[in-house]
């Protein structure tokens, strides 16, 4: 009876350790365990101290969730680098743990683990819990079991870097025996004096948002409008990310911009060309989005709610996050260092909307959860931006700067490329238009309808004012991939093709170079500009001095004074003849 008692111990110590305790590597020489002479005895232990061992990696090798076999053996460092990658003990994990009634309740509960892997379902069951530990200092939690039977641990608490969880929650039957030949002690004949196990998590950082537009790392762009921007929203994805359960990108776009749509979602990493996991809408995410081609109306300083028609998030499913799991450690190895990210890619373009030289944000923001965590929300640190910008000019006259001059027509160029109108264009000047400030030709034919395409030319109004909005900065920086800026500039003039009445331009070719940036549309450097920020663009003054006047009046009187005088000497010669 009593070989039968040890025998019928040592079946269920093997269920037990075959089943959910301890997993390890695939691999036919994977650890099990060291269990030496000074680890056994002849008697029974009382208490029995089992140690689990927190583990936790970026990732294990071919473990099952169930795990792997072990012997209750202690596993020195070496044996636990072959488990997986960045094999260590964790922590601050608590377990709690219950005495189970008998032997068919412990295997129900074998049978099925996830449906007793909380405090709650199990204590649904009518159990009380027999005790709580929690590991600490490298070294595991030892839970002193004094009663002979059948014990179910589960995790019930983790840090929040935690989530995937491998061989949790786990049985054990006390007293355990040894499972293997120790010296001369054959399997199932003396009891393990310590009995240590091994469950394991897989950890990774909380996922960090970032949001870039033109690259994966640029965060600032400035564009004609019209001309489309493609915004890169990011989110770092963890290690175990299978075991989260919500994962939403959300975006807000603001007034100034246009959606254009072209969405794409993938998994990969910074400046990926081949290999990225591309995820499907509708099965891996779902999306809201507006309907292209619509006007974002948020203002840049507003509190109030994104209106439901201009609201935008990418929503991973069920099999989407399966995905990234089944799919993270190969992205990771092909990154070779550089972070695993999920990527979501949408265009817009500058609208009329946009206040010139003002930056237009984007705001952005991350919502996760993990299967045992809490709703968490964040943003990024920097949001990136896009500009357009302008300029404004006003008509003189050289001689008098404050008399201004109508009627000048003037050609716009970007180097050598005369700039012609596009629809983007047309609307963001629109109101310039109806001013009469443009011109339907070089002969100064009042503009009343742009056409896409045409050439743009430029008219000083009775003010002498003329101006044009909508042009990218004549210079910016763009960040590279590799962290290197790449300076973008532009060689904007103009080129005056019809000059007011009465004046005239310089010698061959009358051109004015002017600059685009933050304060070109209003304002600029007062030697060059008026107190309103317009440009000066001088012409010189044609009109001959007028008759008449103190001058005119002298070489009058000069011409009298000479007619008479030889009028004199040609009477006295005439007399001196005679």
């Known amino acids: 009876m009593k070989n039968t008692k040890k025998l019928l111990s040592l079946v269920l110590a093997l269920v037990m350790l075959l089943g959910v305790v301890a997993p390890l590597s695939v691999f036919a020489e994977a650890p099990v365990g060291d269990i030496k002479e000074t680890d056994i005895q002849d008697t029974k232990p009382n208490p029995t101290p089992v140690i689990v061992h927190k583990l936790q990696a970026d990732s294990y090798t071919g473990v099952p969730d169930k795990g792997y076999p072990h012997n209750g053996g202690k596993l020195d460092q070496t044996q636990l680098d072959k488990l997986g990658t960045n094999v260590k003990e964790l922590d601050g994990v608590t377990f709690t743990y219950y005495k189970l009634t008998d032997y068919t309740q412990f295997k129900k509960f074998l049978d099925a683990p996830g449906s007793y892997n909380t405090t709650k379902l199990v204590e649904a069951q009518g159990l009380t819990k027999a005790g709580t530990i929690t590991t600490a200092g490298g070294q595991g939690a030892t839970a002193s079991l004094t009663e002979d039977g059948y014990y179910w641990f589960v995790e019930s608490k983790k840090p929040d870097t935690v989530s995937s969880s491998i061989a949790v929650p786990f049985g054990i039957s006390i007293p355990v025996m040894n499972q293997i030949k120790v010296g001369d002690h054959e399997p199932g004949t003396v009891y393990l004096k310590t009995v240590h196990v091994y469950p394991k998590n897989v950890t990774g950082t909380e996922p960090t948002p970032k949001k870039t537009v033109g690259n994966e790392v640029n965060m600032n762009e400035s564009h004609n409008v019209g001309d489309p921007q493609k915004w890169y929203l990011q989110a770092t994805i963890p290690a175990n990310i299978a075991d989260y359960e919500k994962f939403i990108l959300n975006d807000v776009f603001f007034k100034g911009l246009t959606y254009k749509g072209n969405v794409k979602v993938y998994l990969g990493y910074d400046g990926i060309t081949s290999g990225e996991v591309s995820l499907t809408g509708g099965t891996d995410y779902t999306i809201v989005q507006p309907a292209v081609d619509k006007h974002f109306t948020k203002e840049i300083d507003s509190t109030t709610e994104v209106p439901a028609d201009e609201k935008f998030s990418i929503t991973l499913t069920e099999a989407g996050i399966k995905k990234l799991a089944a799919n993270y450690q190969t992205v990771k190895d092909a990154a070779k260092g550089k972070e695993v990210k999920l990527y979501a890619t949408v265009d817009t373009v500058i609208n009329e909307d946009a206040k010139m030289g003002t930056n237009i944000p984007n705001t952005f923001d991350l919502t996760f959860k993990t299967k045992s965590g809490e709703d968490k929300n964040k943003k990024p640190d920097t949001p990136p931006t896009v500009n357009t910008g302008g300029k404004k000019f006003v008509k003189v006259s050289e001689s008098e700067v404050t008399k201004t001059l109508a009627g000048a027509v003037f050609e716009l160029y970007d180097g050598k490329t005369q700039i012609k109108w ?57 960040t590279k991939l590799d962290g290197s800026e790449e300076t973008i500039t532009h060689d904007y003039k103009i080129k005056e093709v019809k000059f007011p009445k009465g004046y005239a331009g310089n010698k061959g070719e009358t051109i004015y170079n002017f600059t685009v940036d933050a304060n070109s549309y209003n304002g600029g450097p007062k030697e060059t500009h008026d107190a309103q920020g317009n440009m000066l663009v001088k012409n010189k003054d044609l009109t001959i001095p007028p008759t008449g006047g103190i001058g005119t009046a002298i070489f009058g009187v000069a011409g009298i004074a000479l007619m008479g005088g030889a009028f004199a000497a040609i009477k006295k010669r005439s007399a001196e003849e005679e």
């Open 422 to 478: 596009t629809q983007a264009l047309i609307d963001a000047n629109q109101a310039a238009i109806t001013a009469g400030k443009f011109a339907s030709d070089a002969n100064g034919t009042t503009l009343t309808a742009a056409t896409v395409g045409q050439p743009i030319y430029l008219m000083s109004d009775a003010n002498g004012l003329f101006e044009i909005k909508g042009l990218e900065y004549s210079s910016w920086k763009k």
